[in-house]
């Protein structure tokens, strides 16, 4: 089993920062496919951004390219997503979520990843 606890959510005010975390424990992958996606309320989940084991190209969603970024600690088994320049509209529920590798056609494929965190929750107020 795989294990993933997201951390570093809350209130914040339009153009501050916040950066979330994805600690990740148990099973490991040796190849493996590590998204970020957020729901907002009677909304679909979607793709904000992810990444495949092999460090290739990390893929973000037009809505947050240019200011979020995504990175990892491998030593920490520990993903972050940096939030620059938040908007009211990136308020949601912020998961993290893995798998094994999905390779670059379905990274953004929400339903193709087994294992999730239970989420943290982001509010950006304007």
């Known amino acids: 089993q795989v294990q993933l606890v997201e951390s570093g959510g809350g209130l914040v005010q339009a153009g501050g920062s916040l950066r979330l975390s994805c600690a990740v424990s148990?099973?490991?992958?040796?190849?493996?496919?590590m998204g970020w996606f957020r729901q907002a309320p009677g909304k679909d989940r979607e793709f904000v951004g992810g990444?495949?084991?092999?460090?290739?190209?990390?893929y973000y969603a037009d809505s947050v390219k240019g200011r979020f970024t995504i990175s990892r600690d491998n030593a920490k088994n520990t993903v972050y997503l940096q939030m620059n320049s938040l908007k009211p509209e990136d308020t949601a529920v912020y998961y993290c979520?893995?798998?094994?590798?999905?390779?670059?056609?379905?990274?953004?494929?929400?339903?193709?990843?087994?294992?999730w965190g239970q989420g943290t929750q982001v509010t950006v107020s304007s």
């Open positions: 990444f495949n084991w092999s460090g290739g190209s990390t």
């Open positions: 148990g099973r490991t992958f040796s190849t493996y496919t």
């Open positions: 979520a893995v798998d094994s590798d999905l390779g670059d056609r379905l990274i953004a494929a929400v339903y193709e990843y087994e294992y």
